[in-house]
């Protein structure tokens, strides 16, 4: 069975400071991985996902992902933290029947 | 393209009624998927659409169930609500690119059982 680990269900850093948000992935095969984000009453939104063409993956909002077979992970990245990055992030990984399982989710908080 | 569309946003019942709950899909994808999010036990799958049959489960009680009309929409059912039903239920509606499949989700419904 799949699983999905996110180290530090809480992260704080400064405004304009780097943002790193880790998962690691268990799993036999090739895994598709994602990073959600999801802020106060809302559903998820897609950061970015990993297709396999390329290790470092840039996504939305200038968060990029880099895909370590080695390490099995698939951390998440921001050179520069905004105020309104403030919210929780999802790591997941998907199977060939199209179910997601998910990381339990890092709060991500930005102080002024 | 309008994106996933879900209803009720919020709804409210007593233990042991039933509910429903409604998801419209971005037009063009065929597979909906449902997860539910609580505090304790964070995002799990529950069940996922593909052209009106019930393609995966995961391991939830008899008490879910759903289905998918030819239009794609789905409905979620729940009967007999306990109080652990209490949850944000989201609906997530899929596309295939290049072999992967991408989920996108909808705003949820959130259940709260009294």
């Known amino acids: 069975a799949q699983s999905v680990t996110q180290l530090g269900s809480h992260v704080s850093v400064s405004e304009g400071a780097l943002v790193l948000l880790r998962c690691n992935y268990s799993?036999?095969?090739?895994?598709?991985l994602f990073w959600y984000v999801q802020y106060p009453n809302q559903g998820l939104q897609l950061l970015l996902k990993?297709?396999?063409?390329?290790?470092l993956v840039k996504g939305i909002n200038g968060f990029e992902a880099e895909f370590k077979k080695s390490e099995t992970s698939f951390h998440l990245t921001k050179p520069s933290a905004h105020m309104s990055d403030a919210a929780e992030y999802f790591c997941?990984?998907?199977?060939?029947?199209?179910?997601?399982?998910f990381g339990g989710g890092t709060r991500l908080m930005v102080k002024p | 393209k309008a994106g996933v569309t879900q209803t009720p946003r919020y709804l409210i019942k007593t233990r042991g009624q039933q509910v429903t709950l409604s998801c419209s899909p971005i037009?063009?994808?065929?597979?909906v998927s449902w997860y539910q999010q609580t505090p304790g036990q964070g995002l799990q799958f529950l069940f996922e659409?593909?052209?009106?049959?019930?393609?995966n489960k995961g391991n939830f009680p008899g008490r879910f169930s759903g289905r998918q009309f030819s239009n794609s929409r789905s409905e979620m059912n729940v009967s007999t609500l306990e109080l652990g039903d209490s949850a944000l239920y989201l609906c997530?509606?899929?596309?295939?690119?290049?072999?992967?499949?991408?989920?996108?989700f909808g705003p949820g419904t959130r259940l709260l059982v009294l």
């Open positions: 037009s063009g994808h065929r597979s």
């Open positions: 990993y297709t396999s063409a390329a290790t």
């Open positions: 659409y593909f052209s009106e049959t019930q393609r």
């Open positions: 997941a990984s998907g199977n060939a029947g199209n179910m997601l399982t």
């Open positions: 997530a509606s899929s596309s295939r690119d290049r072999g992967q499949e991408t989920q996108y």
């Open positions: 799993s036999s095969v090739p895994p598709y």
